[in-house]
């Protein structure tokens, strides 16, 4: 199986956050392709108008906090359309509520990873991610 058809959908409103994700990716996981949308809705409108000659999407990334749509309300609406319902999404915030938690678990979140303070922190999440993915996806 080719190594870049691992496919990586990150919402991200935070500058400075988007920056770091994609210095990481690019330095340590040169051989995933992914696209960062600001927002939950940009990402959305992105799948419903993505080329479609790129590979499957393996996984999504949301944060929890941001306008216009948030993690939790965009994960609702992916798990309503058919074609993401068993795809792996996770949450990566700030925030890490027990409440926070079980919401976006009980939405059809399948992990929830709290932002690291350093790099190598996340490093190890996004190593981790790829197991999430079955390897029929991309894996």
Not at 13 to 31: A, G, S, T, W
Not at 56 to 83: F, Q, W
Request: a negative charge.
């Amino acid at each position: 199986m080719k190594q870049n058809t691992f496919f990586l959908l990150i919402a991200e409103d935070d500058p400075d956050d988007r920056d770091m994700l994609r210095m990481v990716l690019k330095e340590n996981f040169p051989h995933w392709q992914y696209y960062v949308a600001n927002n939950g809705q940009l990402l959305l409108d992105y799948l419903t108008n993505r080329p479609l000659d790129l590979p499957p999407v393996s996984l999504i990334m949301l944060d929890i906090n941001m306008p216009i749509k948030d993690g939790v309300e965009t994960l609702i609406a992916l798990r309503r359309c058919h074609n993401y319902t068993q795809l792996p999404i996770v949450a990566y915030s700030t925030s890490k509520t027990i409440q926070g938690v079980h919401t976006f678990m009980q939405a059809g979140g399948t992990a929830y990873f709290q932002k690291p303070c350093d790099l190598e922190e996340m490093i190890d999440i996004f190593s981790g991610l790829s197991e999430l993915v079955p390897v029929s996806q991309g894996r």
